[in-house]
């Protein structure tokens, strides 16, 4: 079957998809297009409950540094405007963010400008040693855009996320890691083994209490506590008669793997 898509990939295993930017020439920098296509993918994937576990990343040797600067900062090229690839593109990073599955950012390379902004918009970020990142937005003379001072707050805390935005600079992999800002490294030569192991981990888990987590974060970034625990006990005790409680409370008795059902 040929792909509806030309600057993104659409690869699914069983529970696990893969969603990743294909401008390799270009280092997988943001043009209109690609928003478009990321929206109407993310709709989709959105919407199918058989996909439990998301991989965001790039084809090649980078994730995302971003716009395509280039493009836009030729001598030829209109500068970009607000609605460059239509305003509701934009929530692109908002679905990242709040689909319901567990999104994971896979980082090689360049991750920088916009494309950091998705890497945040996701639940767990991992790196290969490769990785490079930098907010760079006022390197460009921009105040940035997909989210970052929502999200890197949340992350790093605010005083870090306002030094990476007001102080631009690249930094590695390993002070990602440092600062909490990816959960993991890994050796180039280790990254797809150590992003399978994970993506794997995760599609392994009992499908309603991962979706019931992943709801239960998005609910408490905006209730306040009290209203939170009451919705977190309802969804609890509703688990609690699941067959696939039931069976992972068996299986850790008879010290076995578990097999689930989303029952």
């Known amino acids: 079957m040929n792909s509806p898509y030309e600057t993104i990939i659409v690869e699914r295993a069983g529970p696990v998809a893969t969603l990743r930017l294909n401008r390799p020439d270009k280092r997988n920098s943001i043009g209109g297009p690609m928003m478009v296509e990321l929206h109407a993918a993310l709709s989709d994937l959105s919407a199918d409950e058989s996909v439990r576990v998301l991989v965001l990343r790039g084809e090649g040797a980078d994730f995302c540094p971003g716009a395509d600067v280039k493009h836009y900062g030729g001598k030829d090229a209109a500068p970009a405007r607000p609605g460059w690839a239509g305003t509701k593109t934009f929530d692109v990073t908002v679905m990242l963010h709040e689909m319901p599955a567990v999104t994971i950012a896979a980082i090689s390379g360049a991750c920088a400008g916009a494309g950091l902004g998705w890497a945040c918009a996701c639940?767990?970020?991992?790196?290969?040693?490769?990785?490079?990142?930098?907010?760079?937005?006022?390197?460009?003379?921009?105040?940035?855009?997909?989210?970052?001072?929502?999200?890197?707050?949340?992350?790093?805390?605010?005083?870090?996320?306002?030094?990476?935005?007001?102080?631009?600079?690249?930094?590695?992999?390993?002070?990602?890691?440092?600062?909490?800002?990816?959960?993991?490294v890994s050796a180039a030569k280790d990254f797809e083994t150590d992003l399978q192991a994970l993506t794997d981990r995760l599609a392994r888990a009992a499908p309603l209490a991962l979706s019931a987590m992943k709801a239960?974060?998005?609910?408490?970034?905006?209730?306040?506590?009290?209203?939170?625990?009451?919705?977190?006990?309802?969804?609890?005790?509703?688990?609690f008669q699941s067959d696939d409680t039931t069976e992972a409370f068996k299986a850790f008795v008879e010290k076995r793997a578990p097999a689930f059902h989303g029952r």
Not at 128 to 156: C, H, K, Q
Not at 159 to 182: M, T, W
């Open 123 to 184: 639940d767990l970020r991992m790196a290969s040693e490769t990785a490079r990142f930098n907010t760079a937005f006022l390197d460009v003379g921009v105040a940035g855009d997909m989210g970052g001072p929502w999200t890197l707050p949340r992350i790093l805390g605010a005083a870090k996320a306002r030094e990476l935005y007001f102080l631009p600079g690249k930094f590695n992999a390993d002070e990602a890691l440092r600062i909490g800002l990816v959960s993991r």
């Open 216 to 239: 239960n974060f998005l609910a408490a970034e905006r209730m306040e506590f009290a209203d939170y625990i009451r919705l977190e006990s309802e969804r609890h005790m509703r688990l």
